[in-house]
């Protein structure tokens, strides 16, 4: 019989927080695509006789992501030097939090698209600060001290997911908490999210943990599931030809697909943590702590399904309502403005918003056309006042435009002719000019019906109201 393995696999998660300046000095946090070594100060260059100041508002974003992930929220929280020795430490130690971190436990509910969920819960939840880069340039080594000190939270998992599948549906939820609750832009192509994967396998049923490897450098969802599943592969067929799963950490190569062996793995006590003399302990009062978690705005998931169940939407139109908080909000206070039914709301942001938005690069909360907008929109069609083809480009021009979309239909007298006395004289005019048909109809042949409205809306410009002039044809010619 054949072996069925099982694949264990846990994230360690490097989140960079979206702060206004660096953790421990008033660097700005965020120099991405500036020149190397030109967003530093003696505090982030690691030059003697310097202190650190502790940043509040990087301690403030962790400790809302700790209650987001249902962690617990030390009220006292400590510093620690991390010792070792890379080009990119130009401090020799990182200041980062060991053994009392600010969050304790929590978890993350992953929703796998069969409709499974997958609790993995949270093994570490720190803050601690960024290093450098280095880079190899004409065979010498450069280094850039631009990132030392940016605030990151490093998360780990507990081993408790058992697929790339399921690795890179933790990350997509991860990335969209993170922009949810504002605490970083989660872009993994800048590195604000970045992602390790220890991989091991076991005989399915066992609890046994077994040796991992460790994979670096996957800097896409879509590098995390093809990554971790060809480890887990290679891992199967090394145990199946009879030999060990060694402990060493691979990098990952996204231009080739491919996994390359990188060195053995440090262990934890290679470090000599000791406290940070140079910091304070962080302290949170039970205030703050529960000003914090009040906080927390509804989240993601309990969202969606509230919307599914408050306004009879679908799921798929749920799941891509609630895809941003903009976005979310957005339908919320259209729904709240229109007399519409939330269904025809969703409707218009699902087939016309998002194409806009998409068309423009442009998330809900950068449009110019506003829920109000969107509802007045919407209200014009739903009670005849304008045709829906003249509804949608209207978005369009209310967005380049920034005026009203009433004002907009004045203007350019885009309204329906409803008015009946003008609804009367077009007929009038298509009849008289098709004797034929009129005598065609009154013997019987109704279903001419279709094209004397077909005729007022060509000499109207597709501007009379289709129910109004279908009635008073049937009037004029049943008289
Ligand atoms: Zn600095």
Known sequence: MMTQYEIVVGLETHIQLNTETKIFCSCKADSWGAEPNTNICPVCSGLPGVLPVLNAEAVQKAALLAAAMHAEINPVSYFDRKNYFYPDLPKGYQITQFDEPIGKGGYLDVHMPDGSTRRVHIHKLHLEEDAGKTKIEAGRRLVDFNRCGVPLVEMVTEPELHS??????????????????????????????????????????????NTKTEIKNMNSIESIRQAITLEAQRQIAAVEAGERVESYTLDWDADTGTLRKMRSKETEADYRYFREPDLLPVKLSEEEIARIESSLPELPYARKMRFIAEYQLSAYDADILTSERSLADYFEETVRLSSAAPKTVSNWMMNDLLRLMNDLGKSASELR???????????????????????????????????????????????????????????????????SEVANFKAGKESLLGWFVGQVMRRTGGKADPKRTRELLLEILRK
Do not use: F
Not at 164 to 186: D, H, N
Not at 398 to 419: C, F, M, Q, Y
């Open 164 to 209: 790339g599948e399921e690795a890179a549906q933790y990350l997509t939820e991860l990335r969209q908490l993170l922009r949810w609750i504002g605490v970083s832009e989660a872009d993994m192509e800048r590195g604000h999210l970045r992602c390790d994967a220890n991989v091991s396998i076991r005989e399915a049923g066992s609890t046994v943990l």
């Open 369 to 435: 056309l506003r829920p109000a907008e969107l509802a007045e929109i919407i209200d014009l069609v739903e009670s005849g006042k304008i045709s829906p083809a003249t509804g949608k480009a209207l978005l369009r021009k209310v967005e380049e435009s920034g005026r009203k979309p009433s004002e907009i239909v004045t203007a350019e007298g885009l309204g329906l002719i409803g008015d009946e006395d003008a609804l009367r004289s077009q007929i009038a005019a298509v009849l008289s000019e098709s004797p």
